[in-house]
T-cell receptor
Framework: GENVEQHPSTLSVQEGDSAVIKCTYSDSASNYFPWYKQELGKRPQLIIDIRSNVGEKKDQRIAVTLNKTAKHFSLHITETQPEDSAVYFCAASGSYQLTFGKGTKLSVIP | DAGVIQSPRHEVTEMGQEVTLRCKPISGHNSLFWYRQTMMRGLELLIYFNNNVPIDDSGMPEDRFSAKMPNASFSTLKIQPSEPRDSAVYFC????????????FGSGTRLTVV
């Protein structure tokens, strides 16, 4: 089955700096890669996703890049704000099942 | 739409008791998933239903766990008997797709077994 590794597990950045979270996956058949944000005590919510026929996707301050050859994808958050503080999960899917990474706790220091 | 609705939000029970978690998926979504979230293991898929039929229950940890989906608008996850190691947050998610996209999570049930 699919295996998703996510790094780092924790990340602290100063407000206004950029944050990058990286994930690798094992199953070359995976073709859908979403990112979820989970605030403390709340549900995971989709913030951006990318499909295997696209190398990069951007939505305001967040962007995701995908390298299918290397089987890794990354989340980039620019101009970080305190409200970006949360746990971020990457996931990969080739069918119905999303396999999640272990999460990255992002802390944005004002 | 009110989204995926789970109940209860919190459940505290004694070891050995039966626990039933409930989920109402988004209307029109034909896929339903039960996940368990712990610090150690992250988000783990327990079971997947498509059109009310269990398709993959390989993530169900043991026979103490069972899940049903009697109709398109309701699913239950039952643990009997419960054990302290079952303490976790249980999420239900539904999707309009069988391709991994379109997931919407419920608010989760925080289960504590003492």
């Amino acid at each position: 089955g699919e295996n998703v590794e996510q790094h780092p597990s924790t990340l602290s950045v100063q407000e206004g700096d950029s944050a990058v979270i990286k994930c690798t996956y094992s199953d070359s058949a995976s073709n859908y890669f979403p990112w979820y944000k989970q605030e403390l005590g709340k549900r995971p919510q989709l913030i951006i996703d990318i499909r295997s026929n696209v190398g990069e996707k951007k939505d305001q301050r967040i962007a995701v890049t995908l390298n299918k050859t290397a089987k890794h994808f990354s989340l980039h958050i620019t101009e970080t704000q305190p409200e970006d503080s949360a746990v971020y999960f990457c996931a990969a899917s080739g069918s119905y099942q999303l396999t999640f990474g272990k999460g990255t706790k992002l802390s944005v220091i004002p | 739409d009110a989204g995926v609705i789970q109940s209860p939000r919190h459940e505290v029970t004694e070891m050995g008791q039966e626990v039933t978690l409930r989920c109402k998926p988004i209307s029109g979504h034909n896929s339903l998933f039960w996940y368990r979230q712990t610090m150690m293991r992250g988000l783990e898929l327990l079971i997947y239903f498509n059109n009310n039929v269990p398709i993959d229950d390989s993530g169900m940890p043991e026979d103490r766990f069972s899940a049903k989906m009697p109709n398109a608008s309701f699913s239950t996850l039952k643990i009997q008997p419960s054990e302290p190691r079952d303490s976790a947050v249980y999420f239900c998610a539904s999707s309009y797709s069988s391709l991994g996209d379109g997931y919407t999570f419920g608010s989760g049930t925080r289960l504590t077994v003492v």
